[in-house]
């Protein structure tokens, strides 16, 4: 939440005004986590800005709650124009890691575009979506 917090002091403070500017707005990013096996624990959604920091460092990153529909959902609102991806997990036990046994995880997850990869988690680039200035986007993952 630091991380989110400090991103958005940064654009506050690096963001130009005037007049020009009044009407200009980032992208927002709704994002549903779907196919949940119970409502233990919580799901973990990141959205990463770069290959460079994908999987390391992300740009943004919630802890949401699973409703009765078995569906988790948050929004990332303001988002510059660019490139993305979007890694989320089935928390079920609440400890804020993806449990893994010999690398291989116990907990359900998913990324944007349902990209999969047999060996080990897909590329950036394989999950990547663009955003446009002001524009609202809903994607859907399908935890596996």
């Known amino acids: 939440m630091r991380q989110v ?3 958005l002091s940064l654009l506050l403070v690096a963001a130009p005004s005037g ?3 009044a009407d200009a707005r980032g992208a927002n990013l709704r994002i549903t986590v779907e196919n ?3 409502q233990k624990g919580q799901v973990i959604i990141a959205v990463f800005a770069s290959k460079e920091d ?3 460092k992300p740009i943004g990153e919630a802890a949401v709650e ?3 529909d078995l569906t988790g959902e948050t929004e990332f609102t303001d988002l510059p124009a660019g490139t993305y991806a979007v890694a989320a997990y089935h928390d079920k036990n609440g400890n804020g890691d993806l ?3 010999l690398v291989v995880p116990r907990e359900d997850y ?3 575009n349902n990209a999969r990869s047999p060996f080990g988690p897909p590329s950036f680039k394989s999950a990547a979506l663009e955003l446009a200035d002001a524009e609202d986007l809903h994607i859907t ?3 596996k």
Do not use: M, Q, V, W
Request: proline share 4%; with cysteine.
């Open 5 to 7: 917090c400090a991103l």
């Open 54 to 56: 994908y999987l390391k």
């Open 141 to 143: 993952i399908r935890a």
């Open 99 to 101: 449990d893994t046994f």
């Open 36 to 38: 949940l096996k119970n």
């Open 19 to 21: 007049p020009a500017l």
């Open 66 to 68: 699973i409703g009765d």
């Open 110 to 112: 998913g990324f944007s």
